[in-house]
Nanobody, 128 residues
Framework: QVQLVESGGGLVQAGGSLRLSCAVS????????MGWFRQAPGKEREFVAA????????YYADSLKGRLTISRDMATNTVYLQMNSLKPEDTAVYYC?????????????????????WGQGTQVTVSS
């Protein structure tokens, strides 16, 4: 049973930073992809970033590139999302997810329906 637990969300002022964490358990070592998505009230779930667990290659949503860094700690089975220069429009519930894809084309891993396991989400609120 794969479990993902996000943490690190909260309330921050515009221009501030947050680092989200996602701890993965119950997963034996099989190359896969980790992704971050977000969902604001009344909007569809939106791709944020992805990382190949074995290769470390990354992919970001164009609109967010430059403000985010996705990384992983293989020793602790944790994936991180560092978010800088936050804006009120970044307010959303942020989810991490596991995709069983292990190939090299990380740029293809932006569809939420291709991810197999999801965390419960962590709220990020950015005040103006």
């Amino acid at each position: 049973q794969v479990q993902l637990v996000e943490s690190g969300g909260g309330l921050v002022q515009a221009g501030g930073s947050l680092r989200l964490s996602c701890a993965v358990s119950g997963r034996t070592f099989i190359p896969y992809t980790m992704g971050w998505f977000r969902q604001a009230p009344g909007k569809e779930r939106e791709f944020v970033a992805a990382i190949s667990w074995s290769r470390g290659t990354t992919y970001y949503a164009d609109s967010l590139k430059g403000r985010l860094t996705i990384s992983r700690d293989m020793a602790t089975n944790t994936v991180y999302l560092q978010m800088n220069s936050l804006k009120p429009e970044d307010t959303a519930v942020y989810y991490c997810a596991v995709d069983d894809y292990s190939g090299p084309y990380i740029r293809s891993r932006y569809r939420a329906n291709e991810y197999d396991y999801w965390g419960q989400g962590t709220q990020v609120t950015v005040s103006s």
